[in-house]
């Protein structure tokens, strides 16, 4: 059975060890993750007035970027429902996020102080933005999160041949190998890259670094409304759909 233990939950940002999976469905996770959780994003933006050093397509491009907040159970993806965002501005500023007014107040951008364009004096900017439900696998301004994940790195130490000459600690560029008890250790053994270079410089056998098959560190950092969390639930929702889908086309096919 898979188990998941969380190592930390920050902000927008999610780390965690995944144990008894394997990289067919760690890559699946990562893809559903980025790529099939619906999002809401800024899709269609009307100018009325744009005088500014930076062309309408430039600032719609920034628009579709901002992060919006919203409510998956009133703007469900295919429903096409939007919401309208306005903005008037007349320079010396600076146009950032908050700025715009929404037609919903559920939705509206996560961060106010996102900056879209710096206006001089005499210079305006005038428009109405559409936003609507999308998956990132349509446009990047849908993208949910931002998703890595590793192979847990395994660290064996020999005692017999490990003659605590402290070169491994020394080489090691992430401060994996230290020393406790008068012995060599591992500490944070998730930071190691694999580089080696502690089996290069001891005797032979005496470190052995390779990695889990099935063991894997996540780290997932939500770019859009939800939490990092509700990414992953999000996503394994998602691929459990599909997989229904998947197994009632071929039974259907089979009949």
């Known amino acids: 059975m898979m188990k998941i233990k969380v190592l930390e939950e920050k902000g ?14 760690m890559n699946t996770l990562r ?9 809401m994003a800024i899709d269609v933006v009307r100018f009325q007035e744009n005088s ?4 309408d397509e430039i600032i719609a491009h ?3 970027l901002i992060p919006l907040t919203y409510d998956d159970k009133i703007y469900s993806y295919g429903s096409k429902k939007k919401v309208t965002f306005v903005l008037e501005k007349e320079g010396p500023c600076i146009v ?18 996102i900056p879209i364009v710096t206006l001089i004096e005499g210079q305006k900017l005038k428009f109405e933005a559409d936003a609507i439900v999308g998956k990132g696998k349509e446009h990047a301004k849908w993208q949910a999160s931002i998703f890595g994940y590793k192979n847990m790195p395994s660290i064996r130490i020999n005692k017999k041949k490990c003659t605590n000459c402290d070169r491994c600690i020394e080489v090691c560029p992430k401060g994996v190998l230290v020393k406790k008890n008068g012995s060599i250790g591992v500490e944070n053994s998730v930071n190691c890259d694999l580089c080696n270079r502690c089996v290069e410089v001891c005797p032979d056998g005496a470190i052995t670094v390779d990695y889990d098959k099935n063991s894997f560190y996540v780290d997932v950092e939500s770019v859009c409304g939800f939490s990092a969390r509700d990414i992953i ?7 459990n759909l599909h997989v229904n889908d998947i197994s009632g086309k071929i039974s ?3 009949k």
Do not use: Q
């Open 12 to 25: 927008k940002r999610l780390k965690m060890i995944v144990s008894e999976a394997d990289n067919r469905f």
């Open 31 to 39: 893809r559903f993750s980025y790529g099939e959780v619906p999002t």
């Open 52 to 55: 500014s050093g930076m062309y």
């Open 62 to 64: 920034r628009l579709g």
């Open 96 to 113: 950032r996020s908050g700025d715009m007014r929404s037609t919903d107040d559920s939705v509206k951008p996560i961060y106010d102080n």
């Open 233 to 239: 639930k999000k996503a394994l929702e998602e691929m």
């Open 252 to 254: 259907k096919a089979l």
